[in-house]
């Protein structure tokens, strides 16, 4: 059995749930009495971040924004790549996944 426009019976669905509780909510709230009382007793949902954590979103700013000094390097690499030049030299590169994986063993043990 095939399913066609899933998406669109969800969406629809969504949109009736949706405007019948808007709906719903406009006749209860004129209908009430005390709508100012109601409206001073919701709560509002605060979020406050730690020192830390804006310790740490002022040192990722800080990264974003910092120059690496090697510009001129990253763009004559992404020239070469660009142009089909970049050679990789596959010896060196598994030498240094060698290397990688034999200090990581010791360190994890």
Do not use: H
């Not at 019948?20 to 007793?41: D, H, I, L, M, R």
């Not at 974003?64 to 060196?92: I, M, P």
């Amino acid at each position: 059995m095939a399913i066609n426009n899933i998406n669109n019976l969800a969406n629809n669905r969504l949109q009736n749930t949706v405007s019948s509780q808007g709906t719903g909510s406009k006749s209860v709230t004129s209908s009430s009495p005390e709508p100012e009382n109601k409206a001073a007793a919701v709560k509002l949902d605060s979020v406050s971040l730690t020192s830390e954590a804006q310790q740490l979103q002022k040192m990722q700013q800080n990264l974003n924004t910092a120059s690496t000094g090697n510009e001129s390097k990253v763009e004559r690499l992404k020239k070469a790549v660009a142009s089909g030049e970049y050679q990789v030299n596959s010896e060196a590169v598994a030498k240094k996944m060698f290397s990688f994986e034999t200090n990581l063993d010791k360190v994890l043990g």
